[in-house]
T-cell receptor, first 114, second 118 residues
């Protein structure tokens, strides 16, 4: 079956712009989480969605937001981009009742802010 | 809050040898999950092995096994008969167990860059 699909793979944006990243989970997975990976801060949790509702949120400013659609696809949005937002953004999906079995990750979107 | 520590930023080993990656964690939770993820240059995080804290038996997956010491809060990964394809960043991760949705998330260590030398 298809894995977790993230689009686009690469993105270059200018400081002050906004960006939307997309994630399609594995079919049947209704829980979608987002993580930010940077060399300095490592992997940090952004938020998790289930049934179109944000269930959990990490310690990020309000410029970072997300949503989930009825087909479980998720988007995250970053407004007023800063240079420090340059990172690999990873999406992960799981069966909501089975997260102890681990999440399946996508290959990420590499965002560069210039 | 939980913390995960990986004290080995880089390791290298000859092909076919055995290597052990270290991970310690700090938590006040009694029921939780531990994971090892592998991130090759393709960037995708791949689940290698998982352990449930309430299970005393160490998890194994083919050439991968863990040494889970709950009292010491240690969770090391052993890779036997290492292969070139094992070259990657390895992340140790913690997630507390909750019966319903709550403050669940993966907390990652800083990673160990493993290089298998031909």
């Amino acid at each position: 079956k298809a894995g977790v699909t993230q689009t686009p793979r690469y993105l270059i944006k200018t400081r002050g712009q906004q960006v939307t990243l997309s994630c399609s989970p594995i079919s049947g997975h209704r829980s979608v989480s987002w993580y930010q990976q940077t060399p300095g801060q490592g992997l940090q949790f952004l938020f998790e969605y289930f049934s179109e509702t944000q269930r959990n949120k990490g310690n990020f400013p309000g410029r970072f937001s997300g949503r989930q659609f009825s087909n479980s696809r998720s988007e995250m949005n970053v407004s007023t981009l800063e240079l420090g937002d340059s990172a690999l953004y990873l999406c992960a999906s799981s069966l909501a009742r089975d997260r102890g079995n681990g999440y399946t990750f996508g290959s990420g979107t590499r965002l560069t802010v210039v | 809050a939980q913390t995960v520590t990986q004290s080995q930023p880089e390791m290298s080993v000859q092909e076919a040898e055995t290597v052990t990656l270290s991970c310690t964690y700090d938590t006040s939770e009694s029921n939780y999950y531990l994971f090892w993820y592998k991130q090759p240059p393709s960037r995708q995080m791949i689940l290698v092995i998982r352990q449930e804290a309430y299970k005393q038996q160490n998890a194994t997956e083919n050439r991968f096994s863990v040494n889970f010491q709950k009292a010491a809060k240690s969770f090391s990964l052993k890779i036997s008969d290492s292969q070139l394809g094992d070259t990657a960043m390895y992340f140790c991760a913690f997630m507390k167990h909750m019966s319903n949705f709550g403050n669940e998330k993966l907390t990652f260590g800083t990673g160990t860059r493993l290089t298998i030398i031909p």
